[in-house]
């Protein structure tokens, strides 16, 4: 399968705001959203939110995230989005997307069949 592919990550500083990019050129018209995980060092990958492609719907899952994150879609370019704002260094991780194998958006990474390499956002105080 064709890996869908994170950029947008970089080193900034508490408070900034950042935007993720993952484009699924693997993405096909059944396809049901995409994921969005991330990893800091030493622990273990953690979900932070998905959203449908028809709709556009979303939800995060991690409550640290809720009010400073948002996702949205491009459906004709095949990207998802990740907001970020009010950045903390504890959202210093690899950040992941993912592509589900079902029509279910949820936190374990065994229900998802496509991930990309992610990007690194470092968040310094």
């Known amino acids: 399968q064709v890996q869908p592919v994170e950029s947008g990550g970089r080193s900034v500083q508490a408070g900034d705001s950042l935007r993720l990019s993952c484009v699924d050129s693997?993405?096909?018209?059944?396809?049901?959203?995409m994921a969005w995980f991330r990893q800091a060092p030493g622990k273990e990958r953690e979900f932070v939110g998905g959203?449908?492609?028809?709709?556009?719907?979303?939800?995060l899952f991690t409550d640290s995230v809720r009010g400073r994150f948002t996702l949205s879609r491009n459906n004709a370019t095949n990207t998802v989005y990740l907001h970020m704002s009010s950045l903390k260094p504890d959202d210093t991780a690899v950040y992941y997307c993912?592509?589900?194998?079902?029509?279910?958006?949820?936190?374990?990474?065994?229900?998802?069949?496509?991930w990309g390499r992610g990007t690194q956002v470092t968040v310094s105080s």
């Open positions: 693997g993405r096909i018209a059944s396809d049901y959203g």
């Open positions: 959203i449908t492609w028809a709709g556009g719907r979303y939800h």
């Open positions: 993912a592509r589900p194998q079902r029509n279910f958006l949820g936190a374990d990474i065994r229900d998802y069949v496509s």
